[in-house]
């Protein structure tokens, strides 16, 4: 499975906008990347998944490179209750398992 | 949609005792589920993917005599950990798959602490 980067801490003022970024350059034909988030003591929550294309749904955006090295997850207006570390992981669609990085915790202050 | 519950959502034991911890897949089918053990502070460590019908295939690492792993039905898959020893003691997460999707859904999680 491919890797992937994060940066380990982000903050972001409540109301606003969230972009995290994730980065997959080795990632192959056949990967998709999916967006977790754990709050704590939880099991992960789906957030969103794409191939090649971005993605929108009631959660959140997802902004895939041309390239597909990289992506970014938004979050339109972040609240407190979207404090949790954020998993971006590339998915093998053939293996269907999955390497979870360090992640990307993520603060939202009032 | 894509609910799965774990079963119990936390346990003590004894050391040596034997603990088994259930997975299901509430209103979908899933051929493969994973089990992931998560240590505080730590990210998700992936232990095994477990196949209906078949055996599991456990990554390196991972003991299989002590991690037992039945996934007897297409909404239950169970992890048993045999003599639990105090460093078991850990997070256990489940995910299912549902057939014809690549999404994973995660459990809740299991807390297990051993004495």
């Known amino acids: 499975d491919a890797k992937t980067t994060q940066p380990p801490s982000m903050d972001c003022a409540e109301g606003r906008a969230a972009n995290l970024p994730c980065n997959h350059s080795?990632?192959?034909?056949?990967?998709?990347v999916y967006w977790y988030r754990q709050i704590h003591s939880q099991g992960p929550q789906y957030i969103i998944h794409?191939?090649?294309n971005n993605e929108t749904n009631e959660m959140a955006s997802l902004i895939i490179t041309e390239d597909r090295k990289s992506s970014t997850l938004i979050l339109p207006h972040a609240t407190l209750r979207d404090t949790a570390v954020y998993y971006c992981?590339?998915?093998?669609?053939?293996?269907?398992?999955?390497?979870f990085g360090d992640g990307t915790t993520l603060t939202v202050k009032p | 949609g894509a609910v799965v519950s774990q079963h119990p959502s936390r346990v003590i034991c004894k050391s040596g005792t034997s603990v088994k911890i259930e997975c299901r897949s509430l209103?979908?089918?899933?051929?493969?589920m994973f089990w992931y053990r998560q240590f505080p502070k730590q990210s998700l460590m992936l232990m095994a993917t477990?196949?209906?019908?078949?055996?599991?295939?456990?990554e390196q690492g991972v003991e299989k005599d002590k991690f037992l792993i039945n996934h007897a039905s297409l909404t239950l898959s169970t992890l048993t950990v045999t003599s639990a020893h105090p460093e078991d003691s850990s997070f256990y997460i489940c995910?299912?798959?549902?057939?014809?999707?690549?999404?994973?859904?995660f459990g809740p999680g299991t807390r297990l602490l051993v004495l």
């Open positions: 995910s299912a798959r549902p057939d014809l999707s690549e999404t994973q859904y």
């Open positions: 080795t990632i192959s034909g056949n990967e998709y």
């Open positions: 794409g191939l090649k």
């Open positions: 992981i590339v998915t093998n669609t053939n293996a269907g398992k999955s390497t």
């Open positions: 209103d979908f089918q899933a051929t493969t």
């Open positions: 477990s196949n209906e019908g078949s055996k599991a295939t456990y």
